[in-house]
């Protein structure tokens, strides 16, 4: 019901490389204004790496932070 490739709000996609979305987040993430791709060389569910999870924290809690300064 909505058109994938014009999400108005800031996406962030996290794959490990053999991770079989991750060509499909790949796409969403270049034809998407505010979207970031990251991807982890840790194989598959490359997330569960623990310096995997501290990046995705760290973005988690920089979109806090930007809430925060907005107000």
Known sequence: ????????????????VYDAQAPFALVLADRNVNARFHSFSYG???????????????TIAGYFESAQRAH
């Open 1 to 16: 019901g909505f058109d994938v490739y014009a999400i108005p709000t800031p996406l962030d996609f996290f794959c490990g």
């Open 44 to 58: 598959h569910h490359g997330f569960s790496h623990p310096d995997a999870r501290r990046r995705i924290l760290d």
